[in-house]
């Protein structure tokens, strides 16, 4: 139990800064309506059939399985379940990334898709007769389950497989890093929230045996000259007072590295694959 709490509280700890934990749900609903505009074109899809085929490989998925996916946003893991599976329920509490994948479905014809608008943080699981009802849950960077007690629900809706999606902590934004090291003289240490080394201690605490593989991922973000501008503020604001000095220093560097007028952010990342059996673990 000792481990279970240390891997539970640095998990709580690493958390206590990151922005959409400080924002209230209609915040958050906000931030994800409006990046589902150009969410598509930001995030790399192109790990997401060599994590289905891993899934296929181990067996947790096949013709006949009833999947969740929490936090679908625009619909890459839904999109490609459908595909293999019997059928998705895809949850998400963005109206905007579910209007995103409503039209998906509608243009690729998909008929084993059904949505479910709510928000996991608040959803009662009996009363939406979720308990233990899908064959496989997958949660792949969904900030909704950064927590231990969101995380661990995926248990109690999950009868057989779980997947769940992190960094590995080691991902790399090169132009956000020379930014710091211009504008502050060092780099920010970021929010390590996301990465799988908390839910698979939690989990091998529990006394479950997850399995953990690794595959690549990366970003695009695109912003004008003001939005850039904007972002880097609100990042130092953080961190140290801004005078007229650090202002001038992020206008400069902001413009300085505009692309065709254009600031543009390239995120490379590792992600871990955890999976596991919600039946299967040892009890202590």
């Not at 240390?6 to 700890?13: F, G, L, M």
């Not at 231990?148 to 590995?168: A, M, Q, R």
Request: aromatic letters at 10%; glycine letters at 6%.
């Amino acid at each position: 139990m000792d481990n279970l709490n240390y891997w539970e509280n640095k998990w709580i700890e690493a958390g206590k800064d990151y922005i959409l934990n400080s924002n209230s749900s209609m915040e958050n609903i906000i931030v994800w309506d409006n990046s589902s505009i150009t969410y598509d074109e930001s995030v790399g899809n192109e790990r997401i059939d060599e994590v289905i085929e891993r899934l296929e490989n181990l067996g947790y998925i096949n013709e006949d399985s009833t999947v969740l996916d929490i936090g679908c946003g625009t619909g890459a893991y839904s999109i490609a379940l459908s595909g293999v599976c019997k059928a998705v329920d895809a949850l998400d509490f963005s109206e905007g990334m579910l209007n995103v994948l409503k039209e998906k479905i509608k243009v690729e014809g998909i008929d084993n898709i059904n949505i479910i608008k709510r928000d996991w943080n608040r959803i009662d699981i009996e009363d939406e007769g979720m308990y233990k009802k899908y064959d496989f849950v997958i949660c792949s960077l969904n900030p909704g389950c950064y927590s231990p007690s969101e995380f661990l629900k995926i248990n109690k809706v999950s009868k057989s497989y779980c997947c769940y999606i992190g960094t590995d902590g080691k991902g790399k934004n090169n132009i956000l890093d020379k930014a710091d090291n211009n504008i502050l003289g060092s780099k920010i240490e970021k929010e390590d929230i996301s990465n799988v080394i908390y839910p698979f201690n939690i989990l091998y605490s529990l006394g479950y045996r997850p399995e953990i593989f690794y595959t690549n991922c990366s970003w695009k973000n695109t912003f004008n000259e003001e939005q850039a501008i904007n972002k880097l503020t609100k990042r130092y604001s953080k961190h140290i007072r801004l005078d007229n000095n650090i202002n001038n220093k992020i206008r400069y560097f902001v413009k300085s590295n505009l692309v065709e007028n254009k600031y543009i952010e390239e995120v490379k990342n590792n992600l871990g694959v955890i999976t596991w059996d919600a039946n299967n673990y040892c009890s202590k």
